[in-house]
């Protein structure tokens, strides 16, 4: 079992290409695809019939309703729906934002995929690099929506953006990719630091971003000292911990002390919170469902106890139940000289705890699903509870509920439709916004604002779950 072990998870010295033991489906002409699927019974070719006739009426009655639909209120509320009242003249942190936000994704996307291909490359595998069509193709939903928002505009300045973003990332992309491997190595960090910077443009510079920082730093800079021979005396390894936290400390209050004033939670609004809202959940509430599952694994008693009463609670209490509890009744919890949080701060963490909870159930699952041999061979190769969960254990219980991880991510980004409930003026609540003004009421224009708002969750939705589909094919998951 051990030399078994050896062989399929630490390496070997002769690796070979994987056995492909899925039988390729032979490419069809259009006119043969369709009668051997569709016309190849009497059955099949009345259910063809019926329901071809079906998606006709539909897209007829569809194509009819598009063309005599009055989008004037979408054009005319536009910045509502998509930034809620951020004024004029601070739109230029949205600018910046979107700018090194595409960045950092471009730069540590490109270093990823070129780091896999060398990796590939190595083990004999033929891999080719995906095009620059291949981008658009895979993100086509997201790109499309936002071409659509940017259609609805007044000015050419939002599809300027747009354009220049997109670019910007592809910019990136092949930077990352062109990258030396020590810069690629580190990328993450990197990516990490600009997204941390985007935010910080928005929300001005503070205690908080001062500590997010100087956390990243301390990682990077724990990181590089552990690289090269671990083997060290007391007094090295002393070294490797204070100059990560002199580093990280310095950050802090080298951050804390510039004093760039932004622009407060209270009045961001539109799909730019769902969307932020969202991507801030999964962050927070990947390591923390993560956790929990191992917690509720555990042998300690209070772990598991708390564990299990946090998991049971939230998944029991409808999630407009929490977001109307942290706003109403947590502030009257807090001490009287402490600042009550901002109503999407207090959303932000019931959403990822929220999260966390569903999170760690589908972990657990996946937990269970590793064999029992792979934690035998991993003891009986001597390593310790900490490296078994994190090289052997996790990384096959993660790859085996990836659809339903993604499940969660997906149904995260729209309960952030909720929102409306903690104050926060979000894409959904957009909507009832638009058909109040004035000059749209008793017009019947709420179709036409749902829908709207059911083609931008729906984009990015979309482009999540196929995101998923493609990692599942990379890992096979059907193994």
Same mark, same amino acid.
């Given at each position: ?13 002769? =690796? ?14 259009? %006119? ?13 070719? /009345? ?48 600018? /910046? ?12 996307? %490109? ?50 953006? /747009? ?26 960090? /990197? ?12 929300? %001005? ?110 998944? %029991? ?67 310790? =509870? ?8 996790? =990384? ?84």
């Amino acid at each position: 079992m051990a030399d078994q072990f050896v062989e399929t998870h630490m390496g070997g010295e002769d =690796p070979q290409v994987p056995f492909d033991d899925h039988p390729s489906v032979p490419h069809l002409p259009p %006119g043969e695809w369709v009668k051997k699927n569709l016309f190849n019974s009497k059955l099949n070719s /009345v259910i063809t019939v019926v329901f071809g006739l079906i998606v006709l009426w539909v897209a007829y009655f569809s194509i009819t309703w598009l063309i005599d639909a009055d989008f004037t209120i979408i054009r005319d509320t536009l910045r509502v729906f998509m930034i809620g009242s951020f004024p004029d003249d601070e739109l230029w942190r949205l600018w /910046v934002q979107g700018y090194l936000l595409m960045f950092a994704i471009g730069f540590a996307s %490109g270093a990823r995929a070129r780091t896999s291909f060398e990796q590939a490359r190595l083990q004999g595998v033929g891999v080719e690099p995906q095009s620059l069509l291949g981008l658009l193709r895979r993100f086509w939903p997201i790109i499309l929506a936002l071409v659509v928002f940017a259609s609805f505009a007044k000015t050419i300045s939002p599809m300027i953006l /747009v354009v220049t973003s997109v670019a910007t990332a592809i910019v990136a992309r092949y930077v990352g990719w062109a990258s030396p491997a020590a810069v690629r190595l580190r990328s993450g960090y /990197v990516a990490a630091l600009l997204v941390i910077a985007s935010m910080l443009v928005v929300a %001005g510079t503070s205690k908080f971003g001062g500590a997010v920082v100087g956390l990243v730093l301390f990682f990077w800079a724990f990181t590089e000292f552990r690289r090269g021979d671990p083997s060290t005396s007391g007094a090295q390894e002393a070294v490797r911990w204070i100059i990560p936290i002199v580093i990280g400390v310095a950050a802090y209050f080298a951050i804390a002390a510039i004093g760039f004033e932004g622009f407060g939670w209270k009045d961001w609004g539109g799909l730019y919170v769902n969307v932020f809202t969202a991507v801030i959940g999964i962050v927070l509430g990947l390591p923390l469902g993560i956790l929990l599952a191992l917690g509720r694994r555990s042998d300690l008693p209070v772990v598991k106890t708390t564990s299990v009463l946090f998991i049971e609670f939230v998944r %029991g209490v409808p999630l407009l139940s929490l977001l109307i509890f942290s706003i109403v009744f947590l502030p009257f919890f807090l001490p009287p000289s402490w600042e009550t949080p901002a109503a999407l701060t207090l959303a932000i963490v019931v959403i990822a705890g929220f999260s966390a909870a569903y999170i760690a159930e589908i972990v657990r699952g996946g937990l269970q699903a590793v064999a029992k041999g792979q934690t035998e061979a991993a003891q009986a190769l001597g390593l310790a =509870p900490g490296p078994m969960q994190r090289f052997i254990v996790l =990384p096959q219980a993660l790859r085996a509920v990836i659809p339903a991880m993604v499940g969660q991510f997906i149904s995260l980004f729209k309960d952030t439709s909720l929102l409306f409930a903690a104050g926060v003026l979000e894409f959904l609540g957009a909507s009832t916004i638009a058909n109040n003004q004035p000059q749209f009421l008793g017009r019947g224009l709420a179709p036409v604002t749902l829908l709207f708002v059911a083609f931008g969750f729906w984009a990015f939705s979309y482009n999540m779950s196929r995101e998923s589909r493609l990692l599942e094919k990379r890992l096979d998951t059907s193994r």
